[in-house]
């Protein structure tokens, strides 16, 4: 990967370590590097073998950044990847709980060396519980926590979405979120912190309007039935004549009266 260009924009003149994983983590980093920070990502020496291969110019989420090789169970490598880090504000990591710690990369370790680092960790389940050692994919996430349930029509199966509500809103936004958030707390104390960004609690709290709503009897628990999800005319997609759909949407009544 080429060298970013020099950085400007509002998160100029903060350094972040991104040691590679797929999905949330890098997307995190992307959100950053876009708006200015300096991310320097640890990739692998060779493929992990996860995630889908492309070619480089199509992974545009790995954009903005520069990049380093290196081989993380050479003593070496993890101790020059250790030095990035003294140096860095803030770190951002998606391994099973354990694999940092037993790359010698844990956060006790790496706030001992830089005591003002936002240790940032983004998993599927956190990093303890029944579950934290599973594997898991958005899907399960979303389901774990009922957001699958709300999605799609009466008396049909959950709809299967994009990862974006669970891997990407409920994980990567999450993360940066919390990794500025424990910047500017690390800028005022001196402290740093680890922000441990699980995507089933990003996607509970995403659901805090819903669970609300439920609360007041105002939405109904049976998926399809509601304004929001296919059960308003008004608020709905349409096929047309050619094969394409069509989107309508006119949920307040003056709009709704215009439409008709």
């Known amino acids: 990967m080429s060298a970013a260009p ?6 100029a003149g903060i350094k972040v370590v991104e040691v ?18 300096t991310v320097i990502r640890v990739d692998r ?12 110019q199509f992974d545009l989420g ?8 290196v081989d993380l169970k050479d003593p070496a490598a993890v101790e020059m990847v250790m030095e990035l880090i003294a140096q ?44 934290a050692q599973v594997a898991g994919h958005d899907l399960n996430y979303i389901a774990i926590t009922g957001a699958l349930n709300a999605m799609g029509r009466e008396g049909q199966a959950p709809t299967m979405p994009l990862n974006i509500l669970g891997d990407y809103a409920g994980g990567s936004l999450y993360l940066a979120f919390g990794l500025l958030a424990g ?5 005022g104390s001196g402290k740093g912190q680890v922000v441990d960004a699980a995507m089933v609690d990003g996607v509970a709290s995403l659901l805090t309007v819903t669970i609300g709503l439920h609360a007041a009897g105002m939405l109904s628990k ?5 304004l929001l999800d296919s059960g308003a005319p008004f608020y709905e997609v349409y096929e047309c004549a050619d094969g394409k759909y069509v989107t309508v949407g006119p949920i307040e009544r003056k709009f709704y009266l215009q439409l008709l």
């Open 6 to 11: 020099s950085r400007s924009g509002p998160l």
């Open 20 to 37: 590679a994983g797929i999905g949330p983590g890098p997307l995190a980093a992307m959100f950053l590097a876009d708006l200015g920070a």
């Open 45 to 56: 020496k060779e493929p992990s073998g996860l995630g889908a291969p492309r070619p480089v």
């Open 62 to 69: 790995l954009r903005n950044r520069k990049s380093i090789r």
């Open 88 to 131: 860095a504000d803030a770190l951002i990591e998606g391994f099973r709980p354990g694999v940092m710690e037993r790359l010698g990369l844990g956060p006790d370790v790496c706030l001992a060396r830089n005591p003002r680092l936002v240790y940032g960790r983004v998993t599927g389940w956190g990093q303890d519980g029944p579950l």
């Open 183 to 187: 910047i500017l707390e690390a800028r």
């Open 222 to 226: 049976q998926r399809g039935t509601n």
